[in-house]
């Protein structure tokens, strides 16, 4: 099975630039897709295709994935950013989620 | 508006079984696949199973394989999910969600929307 790791936590301030990674094997081969999830709500899409942002979802979220590491930015981190962040490949056929990213605006 | 709402969770013995439904509406059901995803309390996104348009594809997850059956009814913009031999680790909120599938090889993606979810709780 195809496995996805990701960091347990990210800390950010205000305005400032939060970095998430999303690792696996050869993953740059894949597209890489990433989800907020708010505590007590099912998570929302929030890139696509590596670095497609949904309709509706602010441009200060972005994305690449390059070699076996995936990584979802947001710059100008703004409180409501808060939450836990799971990146999800597609492989043979089963959808597979990374472990998830709690970011902290502090 | 695209709109998924889940039903049929509860409470169920070990050992029991649980029938799960998904209600879709706002988008043309039959044209696409669709997927069960839970989570335990405090825990991760996993993923459970898969179902095609056309129900031409299906794929469950190991811990699942054997024990659970996803099946949909386009006349009915419904998609279900029957759980059968429930342990303690099938507790979980329950998700449905739309699978969304690009050009040019039109392969599943990633999921675009997800229902609110509906809770499975297995205990004696």
């Known amino acids: 099975s195809y496995d996805l790791t990701q960091p347990p936590s990210v800390s950010v301030s205000p305005g400032q630039t939060a970095s998430i990674t999303c690792s696996g094997d050869?993953?740059?081969?894949?597209?890489t897709s990433w989800y907020r999830q708010k505590p007590g709500q099912s998570p929302v899409l929030v890139i696509y295709?590596?670095?497609e942002r949904p309709s509706g979802i602010p441009e200060r979220f972005s994305g690449s994935n390059s070699g076996n590491t995936a990584t979802l930015t947001i710059t100008g981190t703004q409180n409501m950013d808060e939450g836990v962040y799971y990146c999800?490949?597609?492989?043979?056929?089963?959808?597979?989620f990374g472990p998830g990213t709690e970011v902290t605006v502090l | 508006e695209v709109r998924l709402v889940e039903s049929g969770g509860g409470l169920v013995k070990p050992g029991g079984s649980l029938r799960l439904s998904c209600a879709a509406s706002?988008?043309?059901?039959?044209?696409?696949?669709m997927n069960w995803v839970r989570q335990a309390p405090g825990r991760g996104l996993e993923w459970v199973s898969f179902?095609?348009?056309?129900?031409?594809?299906?794929n469950y997850a190991d811990s699942v394989k054997g024990r659970f059956t996803i099946s949909r009814d386009d006349a009915k913009s419904s998609l279900f999910l029957h759980m059968n031999s429930l342990r303690a680790e099938d507790s979980a909120m329950y998700y449905c969600?739309?699978?969304?599938?690009?050009?040019?090889?039109?392969?599943?993606?990633?999921?675009?929307?997800w229902g609110p979810g509906t809770l499975v709780t297995v205990s004696a």
């Open positions: 969600a739309r699978v969304i599938t690009r050009p040019p090889l039109f392969l599943p993606e990633d999921l675009d929307y």
């Open positions: 706002g988008f043309s059901f039959n044209t696409f696949s």
């Open positions: 179902i095609s348009d056309a129900s031409t594809h299906i």
């Open positions: 050869k993953l740059g081969n894949k597209y």
């Open positions: 295709r590596d670095s």
């Open positions: 999800q490949v597609w492989d043979t056929g089963t959808f597979v």
